[in-house]
């Protein structure tokens, strides 16, 4: 944790991965260290003082999760209700579809989005899920796999699973986008895996 003086901001971009202009400075608040990049650290701060002439300071850090690109007229920005509980961003359609039963629909969403880490500036994928409201409805949200590069419109996979045609409305919430980390890696072909408990036994080995 460190000490910093707290300061009115003057101007703040959104732009990339976010700058913010201090100027002025009043009262002293604590900041937590990992709010900040690592190259931010206690001598960026060393020279403030509680004068209201004090050079502007710039403070680089990444303070949205997800960051949305509006494409159509009456596309809405994802939502989440309560914030550090919910696990996805709830998504709302463009425009109203029927989906007719036992068939698969693209329903647009007018959005693309950019997810980061807002503590590391990490990119991050995302996962579309079903709403449990969708679920109940016999509605089922398929192949829901958003790479964290991937910048075209966010289009969800949804299929009726039910015998009659159920109709989506324009600015319904249609699913949950679900961040996720990174992990992708290297491959290596080898000779043998490391051993484990459970080695190759598959389908129905842990009992019903």
């Not at 991965?17 to 002025?24: E, M």
């Not at 939502?79 to 550090?84: D, F, L, R, S």
């Not at 629909?105 to 500036?121: C, D, F, M, N, S």
Request: with cysteine; aromatic share 6%.
């Amino acid at each position: 944790m460190i000490l910093r003086h707290q300061a009115s901001p003057s101007r703040e971009s959104v732009s990339g991965r976010g700058w913010l202009f201090f100027s002025g400075v009043s009262r002293a608040t604590r900041v937590f260290a990992e709010l900040a990049p690592p190259a931010c650290t206690a001598k960026h701060f060393a020279n403030s003082t509680s004068t209201a002439n004090a050079p502007a300071q710039l403070i680089r850090y990444h303070q949205y999760m997800l960051r949305v690109k509006l494409l159509e007229t009456g596309a809405r920005a994802p939502v989440v209700a309560h914030m550090g509980e919910d696990l996805g961003y709830d998504v709302f359609a463009l425009a109203g579809a029927v989906l007719a039963p036992r068939t698969t629909v693209k329903v647009r969403t007018g959005i693309a989005v950019e997810a980061r880490h807002p503590k590391t500036g990490e990119p991050l994928g995302l996962l579309v899920r079903d709403r449990s409201s969708m679920a109940a409805r016999g509605i089922a949200t398929t192949a829901g796999v958003i790479d964290a590069g991937y910048r075209g419109e966010i289009l969800v996979l949804m299929t009726n699973l039910g015998e009659t045609a159920v109709e989506l409305k324009a600015g319904e919430k249609i699913a949950q986008m679900i961040p996720v980390p990174i992990l992708t890696g290297e491959v290596s072909v080898v000779e043998s895996l490391e051993e484990s408990s459970r080695a190759e036994k598959g389908f129905g080995s842990s009992g019903r």
